[in-house]
């Protein structure tokens, strides 16, 4: 299994810096013989800076012409409730990771970020809403994640250049988790979506076909899909059959939940994969399934209805933990009531006949992807039993 650091936004800030620092380093000064990249003024530049008032994190660009700092002025407020992972460098562009916490009060706080280089300065104002706060559902102009919650179903959030999202819904009269997914904004599809699913939560409908912008994501980060791909099927992620219900199937239809798919794929053995992950769900009292497309090295694209270039991937997988109260399901008894099995498939037709071949443990299927799938379980278990849990192939799924 893989061992990774999962404390919500600590550990997304902390991934975030690193890599800001390790992919931005400042460039060396011209005149030292380093080539360095010659900056023409100075700037300083969020994707957006009006946040609700939950906890999150993003990139803040520092544009310099000589050496830099950076002060934070929280006003009359005393707590520093925000905070960059740099606060002075050298002349050049610099991505830092800039991180907030949850806003508790009902009104909105803001902060003043001061940029000086010499003579010059550059402020901007980042404002996060209270809870008094009306947030609108229309698209946010800039990429603004979620903060991570601590779900079963959610794999680590440790990638810098990805975004993580999730969507609720009304369902039975409440509020419950719909799904959620982990953006990569330049290929325009989430490199996995996760969800619980039982009989319940799939609920009963029909298919809406809604194609649509999912409001979370600016239109230029996701796929325009109300007409198809070229050569390829919208490929839900999430499928449409796995959250019937008015309002919630609709959700679905998001660009941020489809992938270009071959339609010998989508619709014979990943279809039938689909079917049966929605069977074995009725024997659980939750199953907690991880979808994902794999776009490691991918040179293919296929053009959304806007004409921007969406990466095919080479090929998909799913992640299935499932929970039984009593352990009553095949190995759940010896293993804390859980049990786990996962599948890859190239981008390539397959026989149904095949499913079940290509299913591997968990621990396998992390070693291929580098992911780590279900990171929150190894506290609910122990570590022998998560041990177990992922690294065994239970016999009942066959």
């Known amino acids: 299994m893989l061992r990774r650091f999962t404390s919500a936004i600590i550990a997304a800030a902390a991934a975030l810096a690193v890599a800001a620092v390790a992919?931005?380093?400042e460039p060396q000064n011209p005149e030292e013989g380093g080539g360095g990249?010659?900056?023409a003024e100075n700037s300083l530049s969020v994707n957006n800076n009006n946040v609700s008032y939950s906890e999150g994190s993003?990139?803040?660009?520092?544009?310099a012409v000589d050496e830099w700092t950076l002060t934070l002025d929280f006003g009359e407020v005393e707590e520093a409730w925000l905070n960059v992972s740099a606060e002075a460098g050298r002349a050049g562009s610099r991505k830092l990771v800039m991180a907030w916490s949850k806003n508790e009060g009902d009104d909105s706080r803001t902060c003043r970020l001061t940029l000086?280089?010499?003579a010059d300065v550059k402020t901007l104002d980042f404002v996060q809403g209270g809870h008094s706060s009306v947030n609108p559902v229309?698209?946010?102009e800039g990429l603004n994640p979620d903060p991570v919650p601590h779900w079963l179903e959610l794999p680590a959030t440790d990638d810098p250049d990805l975004y993580f999202f999730t969507h609720d819904m009304q369902h039975g009269g409440k509020t419950k988790r719909n799904y959620s997914f982990y953006l990569d904004?330049?290929?325009?599809v989430a490199v996995w979506v996760a969800y619980p699913l039982n009989d319940n939560l799939a609920g009963s409908g029909s298919r809406t076909n809604a194609w649509g912008l999912d409001p979370k994501v600016p239109k230029e980060y996701q796929a325009v899909l109300y007409k198809g791909f070229s050569g390829y099927d919208r490929g839900h992620q999430l499928p449409s059959a796995d959250r019937y219900g008015s309002g919630i199937n609709e959700t679905t239809f998001y660009g941020t939940n489809m992938t270009p798919q071959l339609g010998s794929l989508n619709q014979n053995a990943w279809a039938a994969l689909e079917g049966k992950v929605r069977t074995w769900a009725s024997s659980f009292d939750t199953l907690y399934v991880v979808t994902g497309c794999d776009i490691r090295g991918y040179t293919r694209t296929a053009l959304d209805n806007d004409g921007k270039p969406v990466a095919v991937p080479v090929g998909y997988f799913k992640a299935l933990l499932?929970?039984?109260k009593g352990g009553t399901v095949g190995n759940t008894a010896k293993q804390g009531g859980y049990t786990a099995i996962g599948f890859y498939f190239n981008h390539e037709y397959y026989n149904t006949s095949e499913i079940?071949?290509?299913?591997?443990t968990i621990d396998e299927l992390e070693a291929m992807m580098g992911i780590d799938f279900f990171p929150n379980l190894e506290a609910m278990v122990g570590s022998e039993l998560y041990t177990k849990i992922e690294s065994t192939e239970d016999s009942w799924w066959k």
């Open 23 to 25: 992919l931005s380093c």
């Open 116 to 118: 000086t280089v010499g």
């Open 185 to 188: 904004p330049q290929a325009l």
């Open 58 to 63: 993003q990139y803040l660009l520092v544009t």
């Open 138 to 140: 229309t698209p946010v």
């Open 37 to 39: 990249i010659v900056v």
């Open 356 to 360: 079940m071949g290509q299913s591997t």
């Open 322 to 324: 499932g929970f039984k």
